[in-house]
């Protein structure tokens, strides 16, 4: 199967309104990745692997997919494209690219 490539412009990308109702998986220099979804917590995680599950779970639920996002402890911000793995209906991990980042 091709892969789908992803269209992306910058010039018309609010990224601050993006922020604000995508999936957001943040860190800091020492804590667990935090994750957010329309600008409402769903929980935390140990592992980015683990935080990338959690929020696309929540995504599932919520029949809501909007951007990716991850904001890493300085604030640069990357857009990810993502391809959950699933097994028997659960999803189980995923792959992830980056598309654009923001320093």
């Keep these: 199967m091709a892969r789908r490539s992803i269209s992306f412009d910058p010039e018309d990308f609010d990224l601050e309104a993006e922020l604000e109702t995508g999936l957001v998986i943040s860190s800091g220099s ?5 994750v957010a979804l329309d600008g409402e917590h769903v929980g935390r995680a140990d ?3 683990d935080a990338l599950v959690l929020g696309l779970e929540a995504m ?3 029949k809501y997919w909007p951007n990716v996002f991850y ?9 990810l494209s993502v391809r959950p793995r699933t097994r ?3 999803i189980v991990g995923a792959s992830h690219e980056i598309v654009h980042g923001w320093v």
Excluded: H, T
């Design 30 to 34: 020492s804590g667990p990745y935090r």
């Design 71 to 79: 904001v890493n402890e300085r604030g640069n911000v990357d857009l």
């Design 60 to 62: 599932e639920r919520a």
């Design 47 to 49: 592992d980015f692997d």
């Design 88 to 90: 028997k209906g659960k």
